[in-house]
């Protein structure tokens, strides 16, 4: 399938964001959720590692010999757990020149690229360049429809034939508002983006159930509810280790158990 163009240019106020946002704080929180400070999201990356694994292992990747890009790699947490699995082969990249200065001193053996997934002219991006692309907490950070839509082309033509596309989104089945920095696009605005631009859906699971806000809850007022329960949290971050002690067990048992979640969820695709 023929591929738009690489886009022009890009939300340059997103960008700024990015800019101050991690140029301000250079932990897990920087990249994460912000409001619930390193401690609770330290717990919350615990739990997308573990998905994460958990579903990798099952697609039987040669991690010795694939080609690995990681988009918007921010403080690195992907690039180290892709090395844990012995992928020797990786790229990094961020659209920050902080993040991208902070990587190349932490990976110095892996290239770490300024890039702009949905506005990239990099040479080093040649068509089909990888196998396996991954993004995630990425593309809901893209505000603009046009720039998303640019996006999906622009991993879809630096994956091979047959590679497989990981990234995790929120997928609401309702519109929800817009904010400033993050658009939380229906599953079907996903799925049909990702389709027109040449991915199959391989799998949709579960990232979060319990600790991250339930934004497609059939209960109308469940993201009120989770928005109380965590704001002794945003009022004194530190008691993210007991938060995130106490719910960790069980949304891993959550999560490798019911087929849909009301939160983030981890998507796998493949170019076909």
Not at 183 to 194: A, K
Not at 203 to 228: E, G, Q, Y
Not at 234 to 256: H, I, K, Q, T
Request: with cysteine.
């Amino acid at each position: 399938m023929s591929t738009p163009p690489l886009a022009n240019s890009s939300d340059h106020s997103t960008a700024a964001y990015w800019e101050n946002r991690l140029r301000a704080v250079n932990g897990l929180e920087g990249v994460g959720s912000i409001a619930y400070g390193r401690e609770f999201n330290e717990w919350m990356y615990r739990v997308r590692r573990h998905v994460f694994l958990k579903q990798i292992d099952h697609l039987n990747v040669p991690y010795s010999e694939v080609r690995v890009l990681d988009v918007g790699s921010g403080t690195g947490f992907w690039l180290d757990v892709w090395r844990s699995l012995g992928v020797e082969n990786l790229t990094g990249s961020d659209l920050t020149t902080i993040a991208v200065e902070r990587l190349r001193a932490h990976f110095p053996s892996y290239p770490i690229l300024k890039l702009d997934i949905a506005a990239s002219d990099t040479p080093d991006l040649a068509s089909g360049a990888f196998d396996v692309i991954s993004a995630f907490d990425v593309l809901f950070h893209i505000v603009s429809d046009e720039a998303f839509a640019s996006a999906l082309a622009n991993v879809n033509a630096m994956l091979k034939p047959g590679g497989l596309f990981l990234f995790s989104e929120n997928l609401p089945r309702e519109e929800l508002a817009r904010a400033s920095t993050q658009v939380n696009r229906t599953i079907q605005n996903v799925t049909g983006g990702l389709s027109r631009t040449g991915f199959r859906i391989l799998r949709r699971i579960p990232m979060f159930v319990l600790m991250n806000a339930p934004v497609d809850s059939w209960w109308k007022h469940a993201l009120l509810v989770w928005k109380l329960f965590m704001k002794p949290v945003a009022m004194y971050p530190r008691l993210g280790s007991l938060y995130g002690a106490v719910l960790y067990p069980l949304e891993v048992f959550l999560v490798d158990r019911i087929a849909e979640g009301p939160s983030t969820e981890l998507v796998i695709c493949q170019k076909v």
